[in-house]
């Protein structure tokens, strides 16, 4: 059973910054996708950003503000948010991907409020 545990979640200001961590249980191949996607109160569950061998992708909300990282002799993905907003309030769930299979974290919660 693969566990996914995320951490760094908080209360911050607007114009702050948070670092996510998301620590996996198992080995990470380079070639697996680990995301970080997103659900505020009422809304659906979203893509943040991506992961995948040597590249990244992020959600249009968040380019030039969060980048997604990993080091994968530690199994771990992180996401550096950075220039939050109230916007960004929501909890922030670690997703990986081993062929049919996804693993989700429990999620931790990100409020950005003054």
């Known amino acids: 059973q693969v566990q996914l545990v995320e951490s760094g979640g908080g209360l911050v200001q607007p114009g702050g910054s948070l670092r996510l961590s998301c620590a996996a249980s198992i080995s990470i191949f380079t070639t697996w996708a680990m995301d970080w996607y997103r659900q505020a109160p009422g809304k659906q569950r979203d893509l943040v950003a991506r992961s995948s061998g040597s590249s990244t992708n992020y959600a249009d909300s968040v380019k030039g503000r969060f980048t997604i990282s990993r080091d994968n002799a530690k199994n771990t993905v992180y996401l550096q948010m950075n220039s939050l907003k109230p916007e960004d309030t929501a909890v922030y769930y670690c997703?990986?991907?081993?062929?049919?299979?996804?693993?989700w974290g429990q999620g931790t919660q990100v409020t950005v409020s003054s």
């Open positions: 997703h990986l991907r081993i062929g049919p299979n996804e693993y």
